[in-house]
């Protein structure tokens, strides 16, 4: 790994990608994998809340309408097919992340701004599978002076991949908790490798960050 891409974790943010109740085992619009990556994100975000570094959780919403889901899961939609309603618990943070926060305003979300749900951790809604396309994403980590991001969440060859080529393609360090995402397989390990992400477990994520400065990353 070279000078350029090396993780700065005291000016790390965690990006949570679509970890949502209905994509959980059993539900919906269930993600093979997904409940068994969840215990492994739960902790990474306790780990970051306690050092008072940075949180942003990506989700999903569809309008009943299908105005604003991809082309994609359109028709289905619009036909009536029940997947991240707005204002529906399937659509809210799983409960093993969300702590003890009221819950989404959907409203605020869908206008694309940022809700605050903790002293340093935030959700932003996401129109597509990148994190970056057409959210605020990039201007609320440029606030706050974040160098790198480690992803975690559901499911790798859809949002997680592409929000992580969004985010080098940026100039940001990635480190991704290959434990702590679902769908990843050996090619797309390979793939993120050569662009310079940092393959890591959660565990030594989490090993590495308490090493690191406290609330370095926080400068606004």
Request: charged letters at 20%; aromatic letters at 6%; one cysteine or more.
């Amino acid at each position: 790994m070279s000078s350029f891409t090396r993780p700065e974790l005291h000016n790390c943010a965690l990006v949570t990608i679509d970890v949502q109740g209905e994509v959980l085992d059993g539900q919906p619009l269930e993600i093979p994998g997904s409940s068994a990556a969840l215990p492994a994100i739960a902790r990474l975000a306790e780990a970051f809340r306690a050092r008072g570094r940075p949180i942003v959780h990506l989700v999903r919403l569809y309008r009943s309408d299908g105005s604003n889901v991809d082309l994609c899961r359109r028709e289905a939609v619009i036909n009536g097919w029940k997947a991240l309603a707005p204002g529906t618990p399937g659509a809210e943070l799983a409960a093993e992340l969300r702590g003890d926060h009221a819950g989404l305003d959907a409203e605020l979300l869908l206008r694309g701004e940022v809700q605050g749900i903790g002293e340093h951790e935030v959700v932003i809604y996401k129109p597509r599978w990148g994190a970056f396309y057409e959210t605020p994403l990039h201007a609320h980590l440029t606030r706050l002076g974040v160098s790198t991001l480690a992803f975690c969440g559901f499911n790798f060859p859809n949002c997680p991949r592409t929000s992580i080529y969004q985010a080098s393609e940026r100039d940001f360090r990635v480190v991704l908790a290959t434990d702590a995402v679902s769908g990843l397989y050996e090619r797309g390990r390979e793939e993120l490798a050569d662009i310079g992400v940092g393959l890591v477990t959660a565990g030594e994520l989490i090993d590495s960050l308490s090493r690191s400065p406290a609330g370095a990353a926080v400068n606004g």
